[in-house]
């Protein structure tokens, strides 16, 4: 059974940049075809696939949010990270890492809890 656990702060200030960290137990982010993800829901709206990182290293981003979105790992750690910079309120949402491929998210099989990040000063 593959468990995801999202950390990090839960209030971050506009204009700085998000940071939050997706640890994976029970599989290892570098298994072949294997595809990491990091989606968010912002209050009252529907989720939104921010990007990914496959179990090469290599990134794909959501073109709306590419200038400002940057995932790494630590397969050291077993670890993926999220940044987003330059963060507005309308960045507030619950993000969500998650294990999966393809355009429809609903089938990504491994989620974890989510983590709620508000944008306020």
């Known amino acids: 059974q593959v468990h995801l656990q999202e950390s990090g702060p839960g209030l971050v200030k506009p204009s700085q940049t998000l940071s939050l960290t997706c640890t994976v137990s029970?599989?290892?982010?570098?298994?072949?075809?294997?595809?990491w993800n990091w989606i968010r829901q912002p209050p009252g709206k529907g989720l939104e696939w921010m990007g990914t990182?496959?179990?090469?290293?290599?990134?794909y981003y959501s073109p709306s949010l590419k200038s400002r979105t940057s995932i790494s790992r630590d397969t050291s750690k077993n670890q993926f990270t999220l940044q987003l910079s330059s963060v507005t309120p309308e960045d507030t949402a619950v993000y969500y890492c998650?294990?999966?491929?393809?355009?429809?998210?609903?089938?990504?099989?491994?989620w974890g809890q989510g983590t709620q990040v508000t944008v306020s000063s």
């Open positions: 990182i496959g179990y090469s290293g290599n990134t």
């Open positions: 029970g599989g290892s982010i570098t298994t072949n075809s294997d595809h």
């Open positions: 998650a294990r999966g491929a393809g355009v429809v998210i609903l089938r990504y099989d491994y």
